[in-house]
């Protein structure tokens, strides 16, 4: 059973709109969150997170929401840009799961096409 | 760049027989992974270490061992390759929190 959704499997926007990407998860053990962007033939590369005490982390034009009695969050990118396509991964960990830092529990990803 | 390099890139094999990746980091990390990469599952954990000689086992580990002999390597090992192993193979290592930085992935196909 997955513990990490990311139900959208592709997003197509246009440049200079808001990029909505949204994530859930059922293991209420989870406590911090996590969004990887990754381009073709490369590593994901880490982008923003958020620890469970708090409901915004923003970062320049990234900014991840949780909302934890939903079990939800979501990654705004504003404005988008033609560079931000690529695959977005939601991933999430908790000091009760795995047992050791970075022991992340990812999502199937979003395929976010930013059109110019 | 966290100083991770993957070797090899890609990599072919035929089925039954073994292949060992290779994980090099230059930093001294404590924590290094090994995640695979499949259509339609996201990444998914083999295995972790925590130190040198120290792993366990992550969400598919069955097929593979790992071992930690230095500080900076990490080797995955398939026994014996089976076409279900055919994926992406990405390291990883933790840089502070709980946030992984990956390598640049291997390529295999098993055949």
């Not at chain 2, 930093?27 to 992974?33: A, G, I, L, P």
């Not at chain 2, 390291?91 to 946030?99: L, N, R, Y």
Request: include cysteine.
């Amino acid at each position: 059973d997955q513990q990490v959704k990311q139900n959208s499997p592709s997003l197509s926007v246009q440049e200079g709109r808001i990029s909505i990407l949204n994530c859930d998860y059922t293991n209420s053990m989870f406590d911090y969150f996590l969004w990887y962007k990754k381009y073709p033939a490369e590593g994901p590369t880490f982008l923003i997170s958020i620890s469970s005490i708090k409901d915004k982390n923003e970062d320049g034009r990234f900014t991840v929401f949780l909302n934890k009695s939903a079990k939800h969050l979501s990654l705004h990118i504003v404005p988008s840009q033609p560079g931000d396509s690529a695959v977005y991964f939601c991933a999430a960990s908790g000091d009760d799961y795995g047992g050791s830092q970075g022991n992340l529990i990812f999502g199937k990803g979003t395929k976010l096409s930013v059109k110019p | 760049d966290a100083g991770i390099t993957q070797s090899p890139r890609h990599k072919v094999t035929e089925t039954g027989t073994p292949v060992t990746l290779r994980c090099h980091q230059t930093e001294n990390h404590r924590y290094m992974y090994w995640y695979r990469q499949d259509p339609g599952h996201g990444l998914r954990l083999i295995h972790y270490s925590y130190g040198v000689k120290d792993t366990d086992k992550g969400e598919v580990s069955d097929g593979y061992s790992v071992s930690r002999s230095k500080t900076e390597d990490f080797l995955l090992t398939l026994e014996s390759a089976t076409s279900s192993q055919t994926s992406v193979y990405f390291c990883a290592i933790s840089v502070q929190g709980d946030e992984a930085f990956f390598g640049q992935g291997t390529r295999l196909t098993v055949v």
